[in-house]
């Protein structure tokens, strides 16, 4: 929380405050423009530099309104001012890399102190209220210099990083500015310092030493000078040179607000006002889908102006990209590069749009290039598996899932342009009413050889929904026997829907088939009401989030569980007694949607914790920060572009932790590792095993060969 | 120019094994629950073939005919959606039960009620029965040249230049229009509709058009006209018989393994 970051600073103020205030009353105090001719042309750097504030921001703003108007920006205004104290003034994402994080909030707080050093300064001086005096002066004079030095030590972090460190990602996508702003903050802070130093070397050193105590570093930088004995006249020439410097520099580097990444001073917490208040694993609906003449983002214009603001908040710090699944495995995809490159095509083609729509011409036919398909390439698009680690990590907010997925409707519904594979599952969908193309199996296969599977008519409590993945991929029948076993043996009262069951739709939205999307979405939901379904457990993470988080979208109102969540409570409520060891080393892998997505990150590792004999061994990257397993985002029916396979990447994580088996919640990610861990181990002797968290738990209930009270097949 | 495209809807290829029933009583296939008829897939890929010669040609008009049940809308649309400009339905009872002559002589019958037709393109074959008459029958009934399992079709002038696909090869040939054309799968994936297409199509009607419209009498058509007669379909029993080959060594099996194919006379 804020306070969290601001503790340190406040501590240190208060023992300064407490001791100025333990001295004697005192009338210290100096006079403000000393020694300085002139001090007006301060006042007009500052008109200049408001009226540069405000030409600049103007500029922007007026891109940003080309934007479409923004849902949902009057919901939740306590959140919001929450998030915006939260994320943006308490910069809770940065500490995410703990060196960043120490380091921005020493720049950071000693910018606003500081600045409210100066403030008070001119406060002082023009309004006649003379406040600097006494006490307070010696107080001011000490936290100044604190913030100083704090600035210093953060300045001092932040070059370190920049020229000395093995740090990649600040250099993905370095330029002139990020030095300029960097030195031109080291300068104000040294010049600042010099400033001080020198006044107190002509003045206090000699009248009120204790009073320029206060100043500490300063009053010790005074000291070293004083060693070289000066005259009073140079210093003073000194010190006015040094004022002049630190002046015309402090107003530069705040002009640099305007045109350089510094303008995430402003930014960064608008954004987090402006951030989703809703679950972060929703996509947007378009409403009014069959009246509209474009269904996705195909132009700058189309975009939202949140979705345009939030371009500019971008301050290239590559975090998004050094997390990104697709980057990773040296795939066409880098959300940093995707905002930059967004960002230069607004800039590039927003004026002449302006003009166009302030003339009531037509945008769209202002002629420039492609926004999709040349400055963001196809591919690009595809390789995103809305995984969510980018908008996990932004320092300022920036979703960029919904902005890849709007320009992914685009280019499926306007622009018809899909992978042939992932056309084929959408086609299927839309047909066949799931995305597996040629399963041989039907939506009963799963229940041949179980007792008595009871289907859903309203009576039940839960509704055990299976889905696509559960029921049509050969690999993942297992996990659905296992799961409903361990249901029927924890005394649920459920029931299933058999042929009954369709895609939920999820896989088309990913895709960006929102048409095809909303069809299946109503039917589902219409279906749900029939049947009086209150409840819902899912085998499949994808299908939890769609069910909890997108059908209120569509007024489906359902208490959604994962399987995890179910048998977790089941266990801790004694209703599962896992009597079987399942004696193997493990890692559990975090699926983006049921982790990240949803914060569901315990349960599953609950269960682990039950299973007698199991020890787990966690992946560098997990919980939050765990790796998308390469198929999320319609992933599972693309073939991937690039030098490596996420999966690939992902197995050879699971298999480095030494476990024998790795563990998930999730139909795709178990395809996933079933197909990538043998690239990673060719040899099948000691190779590594995937299973769902539920297989391991029907061992442990039932025993290897199901002989437990649920009877039914054995798990393999 | 004006291309005309038949397309046929069938029970869905890909229904699981488990799913495929037949009434042997009745010689037919019981429509398997919850799976929902389709487009023949090599037909999708004859209405790609039209479409990419309208486009080539900048001013075409392509025209889908079906001939089938109501529900044959479904695949007449989804060949709208794709871009083609209008669509036709022939049905009525009197259609039902026939064969691919019959077949041929109903669409030859709407293809000259239309008049100014420039190309029929068919697939190679209907992945139902996968007889691959209907398109030649066009012809035949029509007097026009055809060319069969093409993999690519270019319009040239009046004439039509066609990549066809033979056993060991490819071959090249052209003729004059008009003509009937038989599309394969090589001639690549069909077109993703564009969801405007999509809607535009939902909003499109279909003409239907009875036998009386085409001028055919009911002994022409339909089971009345057919000339083949379904004897008998089943389904093979599913299953197998295993004889595993004992041995110590490879060598020993492989010996058994002869010894046993040779007494049951298959070398
Ligand atoms: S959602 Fe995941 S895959 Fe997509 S850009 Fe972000 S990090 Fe990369
Ligand atoms: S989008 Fe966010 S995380 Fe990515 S580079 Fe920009 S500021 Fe950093």
Known sequence: ???????????????????????????????????????????????????????????????????????????????????????????????????????????????VVLTFVTAQVALDADLSIHFLQGNYYLFFSFYGDLFGVIGLIGVGMALNRRYFDSYRRLRWDERLEDHLVL???????????????????????????????????????????????????????????????????????????????????????????????????????????????????????????????????????????????????????????????????????????????????????????????????????????????????????????????????????????????????????????????????????????????????????????????????????????????????????????????????????????????????????????????????????????????????????????????????????????????????????????????????????????????????????SRSRGLCCGAGGGNMWQEEVGERRVNHVRAEEAVGTGAESVVSNCPFCIQMFEDGIPAIQPEEEGRMRAFDIAELLDQAVFGRNGSGAGGGESVR | MHLVVCAKQIPDPETPPAAFRIDSAKNEVIPAQGIAPVLSPYDAQAAEAALRIKEQSGDGKVTVISLGKESAQAAIKQVLAMGADEGVLLSADEFQGGDSYTTAHALAAAVKKLGDVDAVFCGRQAADWDMGQVGVGIAEELGWPSAIIAKDVKADGGSFVVQRVLADGFETVKMAGPAVITVSNELGDPRYPKLQQIMQAARKTVTTWTPGDLGLQPGEIGAAGARLKLEKLFQPPAGGDVQIMEGDTPADQAKALARALRDAKII
């Open chain 1, 183 to 621: 030195w031109g903050l080291a300068l104000i802070l040294l010049s600042g310092f010099a400033v001080e130093a020198l006044r107190i070397g002509a003045t206090e050193l000699a009248e009120h030493e204790s009073w320029a105590r206060w100043s500490f570093a300063s009053y010790g930088i005074a000291k070293l000078v004083e060693v070289f004995e000066f005259r009073d006249g140079q210093l003073l020439g000194a010190h006015t040179w040094a004022w002049w410097t630190h002046v015309v520099i402090a107003f530069g580097w705040l002009g640099l607000v305007v045109f350089t990444k510094l303008d995430h001073l402003f930014f960064a917490p608008a954004n987090a006002y402006l951030l989703r208040t809703d679950a972060p694993g929703r996509l947007t609906t378009i409403e009014n889908i069959e009246e509209r003449e474009i269904f996705g983002v195909g132009q700058v214009q189309d975009f939202t102006w949140k979705q345009l603001f939030e371009l500019d908040a971008c301050v290239r710090c590559g975090r998004c990209t050094s997390v990104c699944p697709a980057n990773l495995a040296g795939q066409p995809l880098s959300p940093m590069h995707l905002i930059q490159d967004l960002k230069a095509h607004l800039a590039n083609v927003g004026p002449e749009l302006q003009r166009v729509g302030h003339a009531g011409g037509d945008q769209r036919a202002v002629a420039t290039v492609a926004m999709v398909g040349e400055v963001i390439k196809d591919e690009t698009l595809w390789a995103c598996r809305t995984c969510g680690a980018c908008v996990q990590e932004c320092p300022v907010m920036i979703e960029h899932v919904p902005t890849i997925v709007d320009m992914r409707r685009y280019l499926v519904m306007d622009e018809a342009r899909v992978p042939a594979t992932a056309q084929a599952a959408l086609e299927n969908m839309e047909v066949r009413g799931h995305p597996w193309r040629g399963t041989a199996l039907t939506r009963d296969s799963w229940m041949e050889g179980l007792e008595d599977v009871p289907m859903f008519d309203g009576s039940q409590e839960y509704l055990y929904w299976v889905g696509c993945s559960g029921a049509l991929v050969e690999r993942n029948l297992p996990i659905t026997r296992s799961v409903f076993k361990l249901l029927r043996e924890a005394g649920a009262s459920f029931g299933v829907l058999g042929q009954e069951e369709t895609c939920n739709g999820d896989p088309a939205r990913r895709l960006g088939n929102e048409y095809l999307y909303q069809i299946l979405a109503q039917q589902l939901v219409e279906t749900f009401k029939a049947k009086n379904v209150q409840r819902v457990i899912t085998n499949c993470p994808h299908c939890f989030n769609t069910f909890k988080n997108e059908y209120p979208q569509f007024d489906g109102r359902f208490e959604v569980f994962h399987h995890t969540e179910f048998l977790a409570r089941a266990l801790g409520e004694g209703r599962l007694r896992p009597q079987h060891r399942v004696d193997s080393s493990v890692t559990y892998h975090d699926s983006c949607y049921l982790g990240r997505l949803n914060d569901v990150y315990d349960a599953p590792r609950q269960i682990l914790e039950f299973l007698p004999g199991a020890a787990v061994q966690e992946m560098a990257r």
């Open chain 1, 1 to 111: 929380m804020v306070g969290g970051w601001w503790s340190p600073a406040v501590g240190l103020s208060g023992i300064g405050l407490v001791a100025a205030l333990e001295v004697e009353r005192t009338d210290a105090g100096r006079e403000i423009f000393f020694n300085v001719q002139q001090p007006w042309a301060v006042y007009v750097f500052m008109a200049t530099l408001v009226g540069l504030l405000v030409y600049g921001f103007g500029r922007h703003a007026g891109l940003w309104l080309l934007g479409k108007p923004t849902p949902g920006l009057r919901l939740h205004p306590r959140h919001r001012v929450r998030n915006a104290m939260r994320l943006g003034l308490g910069q809770e994402k940065l500490r995410r890399d703990p060196y960043a994080g120490v380091m921005h909030w020493c720049i950071f707080s000693s910018i």
